[in-house]
């Protein structure tokens, strides 16, 4: 099969949906003539001009709301917010109005919004580009909250996003961007809440790994590792946070009685608090130790290098951390 | 002076006990009348009662919850506020605050799916050596166990004697072994005891239906007025021989036989037995009953007819000097000859009979009064009016 | 500032002005009083003497037109077509309300009128109405979307967001701010450096338009010269209407302290209706007066006679499907 980058693969979707679909727009800083920072839209300006593919002023709360109201009136809005950390700005227009915009309409009202960009530490962005936040949305009724760890996956789900009448947050993690896979060139779509087991244990497994997009391949490093002295690892992916698939990462904790959930991001309040909260409520027959979680510092995020590996956990970490679990 | 705190003995045959736990924490004042500590000893849980005032001042050596203790074992004392317990230095010291829990150690934990495995695998869990980082037992250990057991024959699963099983067990052999016990056995026909049964069962205002060994208690204690020698016991070298009927009811429990005492049997009606003995059949069966209820019988009757079994030969309960088995009720041709003949039939009828079987102590009782006694419980059981009326 | 002229309006255009002012009036003053009786749970914000700004500018709209309105939305959402039943009963709490009991005053949704949704935070709407102009430009249709809002949200950040993008982008939109000089009970004089909202719209290349916000007919017509501009692909307009409430901010407030009686009462000599009524047949006023009233007293039965919504129906409609 042909290779893609992970950000090729997401604009092989987006292209295709614009295509099809001419109530889809882009809103961004940079995202029209220019292709967009991390070139999400490369060449569709070209295709569908300014009135499709639109640069925004420095006004994300600005454009955001703006994008609510014309999802409410029948457009589809892509918001290319380029890093999370922007549209903070505008988190009274994401929780107050889109989230909430069906509900409140008692569901008479659709808000087809995309906001994708990147999220993620690495590459010495520092705090004001480093933001990861996804627990946050997760949090709040009405988000679909999606986090791509493959190419193959940045496209699917990003198609299911493009398709659905819900908000969903598409975030990226800057390291897998330009990380190559395999892509089918047909039509496919990944439903929302469909955990991959990206590593299968064998019969033996005694131990289940969450991992978020770029904790992904790093915990899979681990499990090489492990792996040269005969430890088993079942690893699965969820894909999406909101909606997480429990049933999936239960059904592995049935077989192999350990869970670690590896999170780039803070610990307190976050998806790993959310997930091993679910386990004990709905499996604690399985558990045959305490769930634990490998989560980054709970610390804004430094700029040099050094700094900047010590706040995320990495390979080693992750495998000793998953040792320490089967010694429990 | 401080005051020791012992092992008391809850039963009359009681050597050990299993100390269970205290009930008050080391510097805690206690009064008399406080429950101080659970004692596990004969055939039943005990809450001891403190007899003296006192704070409560537990060595380090004491025996530990759980541990297995003789009679008279010291476990602790009371002392006077400012008093020096006996296993302190002699430097005053201050006495050390409340602990925030009990003291008990730490039992084994085991994680819930190890738990749940050993309860699929059927392993007991208790006497495991948990490989967790903090002793936990895990899954594996469990499977590990289940694996050697397994590798046994089929009848080699190992559970550690109860306290209770333990006395059932010198109690049983001391029965055979101490006693002198000899059986006898006697076929009756206990169509008018079955004709009565029905009969209560149709009466509206009977609060209780009672057992057939509801009824045999009855009996016994009636046969046992006019024949004492059954109701009696070796104490050294003295034959006692009680003018009250305390009768035991042998009872199968989760923790073994057991048999409750219904008081004074001799002056309850048979509605108050059977009420009597259903309570504290109840309570026995749930752990409920008290040592008190479990003891001090003189004379047991136990029905194994339930289980279809038609004659066997009972245990002596020491120090008690007889015990009366019950077989089933089964229906039978029974020939009634022509009067004066040799082999003429005069009828032949369908009768409920029933095989009753008496151990008796050759020790204490011969074998013509035990026959006796076992002939006159034959004809109450024929006659029932017999003793009704009385 | 652009001046509006144009021909004199009918009789007939009048009294329907005239006719949805007074819904909302006798709507509102039943709703005062269902406040006092308990029957209203929560918040109720009165749009008491402000009727003609939402009956101006909406006799311009069509029902495919987008409104996007305020905490005080009352009056946007019957002028714009609500029933007085459907949002007498929302504010009940009752299944048959306006957002089926989910809303209450600051939560009214009719998509199917174009009322796009009253809202309890200050500024959203702005951007939502340039938003829906986007839309509306975007799939080449010639419908308007109308942001309605306070003085309190001309010194919001939404405000220079959502009219900046409305002007370089030309979209089909109408921001009429509702100047009634306090924002709760902030003097707007003391809020802003330039109290003068319509000349804010030279910053942003639109143009702006100050009318007073309780002659109706002047709302209407500069309205209407804005939605013809919207329409015809002229782009987005300012309006400012001067006018004020005359009852407290909430219902249940005090209303003292913050502003003088004499005031008051120098405003309500200036009642849009009475204004409007002077210009008009006492008979036909009458007519009029007593139907409103049948409507009203009918809407109030309705409202208070629906059913509560079904308790499991409290978590439908999070997402789409």
């Known amino acids: 099969m042909r290779e893609l980058t992970y950000t090729a693969a997401a604009r092989e979707a987006l292209a295709a949906a614009m295509a099809k679909d001419p109530s889809i727009f882009v809103v961004g800083e940079g995202i029209g003539a220019r292709g967009g920072n991390f070139n999400t839209t490369a060449g569709l300006y070209d295709l569908y001009g300014p009135m499709r593919l639109r640069d925004t002023p420095i006004a994300e709360r600005g454009f955001i709301g703006l994008c609510a109201g014309a999802a409410m009136t029948g457009a589809r809005p892509v918001v290319d917010f380029m890093f999370l950390d922007f549209i903070l700005d505008a988190m009274g227009e994401l929780i107050n109005q889109v989230a909430k915009m069906q509900y409140m309409s008692d569901g008479r009202l659709k808000m087809p919004i995309v906001l994708r960009g990147s999220v993620g530490v690495g590459g010495s962005a520092a705090t004001h580009h480093s933001g990861n936040y996804y627990s946050i949305f997760a949090h709040i009724p009405g988000f679909r909250v999606v986090l791509p760890s493959t190419p193959y996956d940045a496209k699917g789900l990003f198609n299911t996003a493009l398709r659905g009448d819900d908000p969903v947050m598409f975030l990226e993690h800057k390291l897998l961007l330009n990380t190559k896979g395999p892509v089918p060139e047909d039509d496919y779509a990944i439903p929302f809440g469909q955990a991959s087991v990206v590593r299968e244990g064998g019969r033996d497994c005694r131990v289940t790994v969450v991992a978020l997009a770029a904790m992904l391949r790093k915990t899979l490093d681990a499990c090489d590792q492990l792996a040269k002295d005969g430890i088993s690892v079942e690893v699965i992916d969820p894909r999406t946070v909101a909606p997480l698939d429990m049933d999936t990462i239960l059904q592995s904790l049935h077989k192999t009685g350990r869970l670690l959930i590896v999170d780039e991001t803070f610990a307190p309040c976050g998806i790993g608090a959310e997930i091993a909260a679910q386990a004990v409520d709905r499996a604690l027959d399985d558990l045959d130790a305490p769930v634990k979680r490998l989560n980054g510092a709970h610390t804004p995020t430094p700029y040099s290098p050094p700094l900047e590996a010590a706040v995320i956990p990495n390979a080693a970490t992750i495998e000793q951390a998953i040792r320490d679990l089967l010694a429990e | ?390 | 500032m652009t001046q509006t002229t144009g021909k004199p309006l009918t009789k007939e255009r009048l009294l329907a002005l005239y006719r949805t002012m007074l819904v909302i009036r006798r709507t509102e003053e039943q709703l005062a009083r269902a406040h006092q009786a308990g029957l209203i749970h929560g918040a109720c914000h009165t749009y008491v003497g402000e009727e003609a700004v939402a009956t101006g500018v909406c006799a311009n709209l069509r029902a495919d037109d987008a409104v996007f309105s305020t905490h005080r939305g009352h009056g946007h959402a019957l002028a714009k077509g609500v029933n007085p039943a459907a949002l007498m009963a929302e504010l009940f709490g009752r299944a048959t309300g306006v957002s089926r009991g989910r809303g209450g005053s600051m939560h009214l949704f009719a998509p199917e009128v174009g009322l796009m949704g009253t809202s309890g935070i200050v500024g959203p709407c702005i951007l939502q109405a340039a938003g829906a102009g986007y839309s509306f430009k975007l799939l080449n249709t010639d419908r308007v979307g109308v942001a309605f809002f306070g003085d309190g949200a001309a010194n919001n950040g939404a405000f220079h967001e959502g009219l900046n993008m409305a002007s370089i982008w030309k979209l089909p939109a109408l921001f009429v701010c509702e100047n009634n000089l306090y924002a709760t009970e902030v003097p707007f004089s003391q809020s802003a450096g330039n109290p003068n909202v319509a000349e804010r719209s030279a910053a942003y290349g639109m143009p702006g338009v100050l009318v007073d916000g309780n002659n109706v007919v002047k709302v209407y017509e500069a309205a209407r010269e804005a939605v013809q501009r919207a329409r015809s692909g002229g782009g987005p307009t300012l309006i400012e209407c001067r006018t004020y409430r005359t009852r407290a901010h909430s219902e249940g407030m005090r209303d003292a302290g913050y502003r003088s009686a004499d005031e008051v009462e120098a405003w309500k000599a200036r009642d849009p209706l009475k204004l409007l009524a002077a210009q008009l047949p006492a008979d036909d006023i009458a007519a009029v007066e007593s139907e409103v009233k049948a409507q009203v007293d009918a809407a109030y039965d309705f409202a208070r006679n629906s059913p509560y919504p079904d308790p499991a129906t409290a978590t439908t409609h999070v997402f789409s499907e």
């Open chain 2, 1 to 390: 002076m401080a005051i020791e705190i012992l092992v008391p003995r809850l039963g009359w045959t009681m050597e050990e006990g299993v100390f269970v736990e205290w009930l008050k924490r080391d510097g805690e004042t206690v009064r008399q009348g406080d429950l101080i500590f659970r004692l596990e000893g004969d055939k039943a849980l005990t809450e001891v009662e403190s007899m003296d005032d006192g704070i409560l001042r537990i060595p380090p050596d004491a025996p530990q919850p759980g541990a297995t203790v003789p009679v008279g074992a010291l476990l602790g004392y009371l002392v006077a506020p400012g008093e020096r317990a006996p296993f302190e230095p002699s430097l005053p010291v201050t006495p050390s605050p409340p602990l925030p829990t009990s003291s008990a150690p730490a039992a084994p934990t085991i994680s819930p799916r190890a738990l749940r495995v050993a309860k699929e695998l059927g392993v007991d869990w208790a006497a495991l050596r948990g490989s967790g980082r903090t002793g936990r037992i895990v899954e594996a250990d469990v499977r590990k166990a289940a694996a050697q057991s397994t590798a046994q024959p089929p009848t080699a699963r190992r559970v550690p004697v109860s306290p209770t099983r333990r006395v059932i067990a010198e109690r049983m052999a001391a029965g055979l072994h101490v006693a002198a016990p000899v059986t006898l056995s006697s076929e009756v026909d206990a169509t008018e005891l079955v004709r009565l049964r029905e009969q209560l069962k149709q009466d509206k205002k009977a609060t209780v239906i009672p057992s057939y060994s509801d009824l045999l208690a009855k009996i016994a204690a009636h046969a046992l007025l006019e024949h004492p020698a059954l109701n009696a016991r070796l104490e050294e070298d003295e034959i006692v021989t009680d003018s009250a009927v305390h009768m035991g009811i042998a009872v199968d429990t989760e923790r073994g036989l057991l048999a409750p005492v219904v008081r004074d049997a001799q002056a309850k009606s048979l509605l108050q037995i059977a009420a009597e003995t259903r309570a504290l059949i109840e309570r026995t069966r749930t752990g409920k009953a008290t040592a008190d209820e479990l003891r001090g019988s003189t004379f047991t009757v136990s029905n194994l007819g339930m289980y279809e079994i038609d004659a066997f030969s009972p245990v002596i309960n020491l120090p008690e000097c007889a015990i009366l088995g019950l077989g089933r009720i089964v229906a039978k041709q029974v020939v009634t000859l022509r009067p004066g003949s040799i082999d003429e039939i005069e009828r032949v009828s369908v009768r409920r009979m029933m095989t009753l079987s008496l151990t008796f102590d050759h020790r204490l009782v011969d074998g013509a009064p035990a026959a006796a006694f076992l002939q006159r419980v034959k004809h109450l059981v024929e006659q029932p009016y017999l003793w009704l009326v009385t």
